[in-house]
C-alpha cells in the first residue's frame, strides 16, 4: 500500500553537502519508523539513520555528527541532510518505512556519488 519515492540524490565533492528526500503516499505515514539505509558497491545494505513515530532518531556510528534525519508528518516525507561527505559514503540510498505489525516498505533507492 505505501509508495515510497526518494530523491536529492547525485554527484558531490568530499566535504560537500546533500539533503535527500523520501515522499510516501498512504494515510497512516505518522505510525511508521523511516529509516534511511545504504547500499554501497561489494558490500550489503546497512542502517544509516531512523526515525520512530516519536520522533526518536538514531545512527550509524559512522555517520553520526555528520547526518540528520528529520520527517514532517503533515508532508509524508522523511529526510536525510548529509554533510561533510566522504568517500566511503557512495553508496544507493533507501528510504524504509516500518511497523511491528504492518509489512515493511521500501523504497527504489537515490544514488549519492562523493568524489573528486
Known amino acids: 500500500q505505501v509508495q515510497l519515492v526518494e530523491s536529492g540524490g547525485g554527484l558531490v565533492q568530499p566535504g560537500g553537502s546533500l539533503k535527500l528526500s523520501c515522499a510516501a503516499s498512504?494515510?497512516?505515514?505518522?505510525?511508521?519508523?523511516m529509516g534511511w539505509y545504504r547500499q554501497a558497491p561489494g558490500k550489503q545494505r546497512e542502517l544509516v539513520a531512523a526515525?520512530?513515530?516519536?520522533?526518536?532518531?538514531n545512527y550509524a556510528d559512522s555517520v553520526k555528527g555528520r547526518f540528520t534525519i528529520s520527517r514532517d508528518n503533515a508532508k509524508n516525507t522523511v529526510y536525510l541532510q548529509m554533510n561533510n561527505l566522504k568517500p566511503e559514503d557512495t553508496a544507493v540510498y533507501y528510504c524504509?518505512?516500518?511497523?511491528?505489525?504492518?509489512?515493511?516498505?521500501w523504497g527504489q533507492g537515490t544514488q549519492v556519488t562523493v568524489s573528486s
Open positions: 526515525i520512530t513515530s516519536g520522533f526518536s532518531t
Open positions: 498512504g494515510s497512516i505515514f505518522s505510525i511508521y519508523t
Open positions: 524504509n518505512a516500518q511497523h511491528k505489525v504492518l509489512a515493511d516498505y
